[in-house]
T-cell receptor
Framework: GAGVSQTPSNKVTEKGKYVELRCDPISGHTALYWYRQSLGQGPEFLIYFQGTGAADDSGLPNDRFFAVRPEGSVSTLKIQRTERGDSAVYLC???????????FGPGTRLTVT | SQQGEEDPQALSIQEGENATMNCSYKTSINNLQWYRQNSGRGLVHLILIRSNEREKHSGRLRVTLDTSKKSSSLLITASRAADTASYFCATDGGGSYIPTFGRGTSLIVHP
């Protein structure tokens, strides 16, 4: 079956704008994770969903960041009033259940100018 | 904060040689995973080893886990140029199943 997909693959936006990043997990995977990765760093955890609910959002840097997964499948990461420091690759991963291996999408490269 | 830390940060070897990367972590874990990343985009899962396991193999990959030393190693035998990538370890534990990644080891295999 298809792997994890993310759209768009690249997003360039101006400082202060609102962006939405989409993640389509592998069908049947109940756990979904969002990470962001800066150059030369490992992925940094943002938020984790188990089903429809955000089981852990402790990694969200501030209240400009929000994510939803209304039907327990597709998830959208939303960033308000973007700042240049938000520029990074945003990665989504899913796993069959939490504690199992994660399958990553190709990421969305966000550039805030 | 990053739980696992890989060592070395960079490794350069010739094709055919073995490559060993290490991961150290601070707190008790449920699982430790190794991932590969090419060109700064999606990560590919390599091996998951649970806290009650000591060694796992997958093809040319061998992972060991020493919970007493809070460390793991990834061995790639008979390396190929295509193994050139960044390798990350990720640990979860302390009641959380959220993997936390280190900064990675950058491996270059020269043909």
């Amino acid at each position: 079956g298809a792997g994890v997909s993310q759209t768009p693959s690249n997003k360039v936006t101006e400082k202060g704008k609102y962006v939405e990043l989409r993640c389509d997990p592998i069908s049947g995977h109940t756990a979904l994770y969002w990470y962001r990765q800066s150059l030369g760093q490992g992925p940094e955890f943002l938020i984790y969903f188990q089903g429809t609910g955000a089981a852990d959002d402790s990694g969200l840097p501030n209240d400009r960041f929000f994510a939803v997964r209304p039907e327990g499948s597709v998830s959208t990461l939303k960033i308000q009033r973007t700042e240049r420091g938000d520029s990074a690759v945003y990665l989504c991963a899913s796993s069959l259940i939490s504690g199992n291996e994660q399958y990553f999408g190709p990421g969305t490269r966000l550039t805030v100018t | 904060s990053q739980q696992g830390e890989e060592d070395p940060q960079a490794l350069s070897i010739q094709e055919g040689e073995n490559a060993t990367m290490n991961c150290s972590y601070k707190t008790s874990i449920n699982n430790l995973q190794w991932y590969r990343q090419n060109s700064g985009r999606g990560l590919v899962h390599l091996i998951l080893i649970r806290s009650n396991e000591r060694e796992k193999h997958s093809g040319r990959l061998r992972v060991t886990l020493d919970t007493s030393k809070k460390s793991s190693s990834l061995l790639i035998t008979a390396s190929r140029a295509a193994d050139t990538a960044s390798y990350f370890c990720a640990t979860d534990g302390g009641g959380s199943y959220i993997p936390t990644f280190g900064r990675g080891t950058s491996l270059i295999v020269h043909p």
